[in-house]
């Protein structure tokens, strides 16, 4: 009766309230389904699929499902971090609204192969773009001061992935680079690169694995094959191209840039 005298001045609808986005899109196995075809396509996408190098796959695509069942209305059983703290690293990478163009443009996607209808699809849209600002919005100045005074380069560069990630691309540079490339000849640049990656990992912070020779000693053959400053310069220039190449911040690239020009007087056995 009481139900009936609230429809009554109410307006008299006795219309059932409408299913939530998560019901109506078909619940947990198509939140999942969405999930796994979404990140798929995200992996193949080469505008924003650097942005995934070194992630957790799996733990990053539970994190998702339950972060999106709870945007569409289904159960909140999600526990990351709000979409500013937990997209801010990647921001500092160089993610922008390019990048969240093409995540919109891959979730559209995903959801027209799904055979998700128009209005839902624009629907769920509508609710990742609320998301935008959030997501781009970055460090705050208080954070990035606490970052500069107490984070290592190794962790504000991005860790194992980014280095792992900068020495492949690095080396391929190099090696394409004729003013550098011959003093690679006959080199197992399988181990070169383990030991670059760990060689700027201890260099720029992180945890000490190196166990080269030093600076001088390393390179003392290769000057008497007629290594010099000028060779030294290109390897600071495709150092540069290859950190640009993935999205470091310019501050971070000056950074590793003087790091590694400290290491000049040495490599040339001055």
């Known amino acids: 009766m009481f139900s009936a005298i609230a429809?009554?001045?109410?307006?008299?609808?006795s219309e059932p309230e409408q299913a939530s986005l998560y019901e109506r899109i078909g619940g947990d196995a198509a939140?999942?389904?969405?999930?796994?075809?979404?990140?798929?396509?995200?992996l193949a996408d080469d505008?924003?699929?650097?942005?995934?190098?070194?992630?957790d796959?799996?733990?990053?695509?539970?994190k998702q499902k339950?972060?999106?069942?709870?945007?569409?209305?289904?159960?909140?059983?999600?526990?990351?971090?709000?979409?500013?703290?937990?997209?801010?690293?990647?921001?500092?990478?160089?993610?922008?609204?390019?990048?969240?163009?093409a995540v919109m443009e891959n979730l559209g996607a995903t959801l027209t192969e799904l055979g998700v209808p128009n209005e839902l699809i624009g629907e769920a849209a509508a609710i990742a773009e609320s998301t935008r600002i959030d997501v781009l919005a970055g460090?705050?100045?208080?954070?990035?001061?606490?970052?500069?005074?107490?984070?290592?380069?190794y962790e504000r560069i991005g860790g194992d992935g980014a280095v792992n990630a900068a020495v492949d691309i690095f080396y391929r540079k190099v090696l394409a680079d004729d003013r550098i490339s011959k003093f690679f000849e006959g080199v197992d640049m399988g181990s070169q690169a383990a030991k670059q990656k760990a060689f700027l990992t201890m260099a720029f912070g992180g945890?000490?694995?190196y166990s080269g020779t030093d600076m001088?000693?390393?390179?003392?053959?290769?000057?008497?094959?007629?290594?010099?400053?000028?060779?030294?310069?290109?390897?600071m220039e495709n150092l540069a191209a290859t950190l640009t190449e993935l999205n470091v911040p310019a501050d971070l690239i000056s950074e590793a840039a003087a790091i590694a020009e400290s290491t000049r007087n040495d490599v040339l056995g001055k």
Do not use: C, W
Not at 216 to 235: E, I, P, Q, T, Y
């Open 31 to 42: 939140v999942n389904a969405a999930v796994d075809v979404f990140y798929r396509k995200v």
């Open 7 to 13: 429809r009554f001045f109410s307006g008299g609808s």
């Open 57 to 62: 796959m799996d733990k990053q695509s539970a």
């Open 139 to 153: 460090f705050t100045a208080e954070e990035k001061a606490a970052q500069n005074s107490t984070a290592s380069l």
């Open 207 to 209: 945890p000490n694995n």
């Open 47 to 55: 505008r924003i699929n650097q942005f995934f190098e070194g992630v």
């Open 66 to 101: 339950a972060f999106l069942t709870m945007a569409f209305g289904g159960p909140s059983n999600y526990s990351g971090e709000d979409m500013r703290k937990g997209h801010a690293h990647l921001v500092a990478k160089g993610l922008d609204n390019s990048h969240f163009d």
């Open 216 to 235: 001088r000693k390393g390179h003392a053959h290769l000057v008497k094959n007629g290594l010099n400053d000028s060779h030294f310069d290109a390897v």
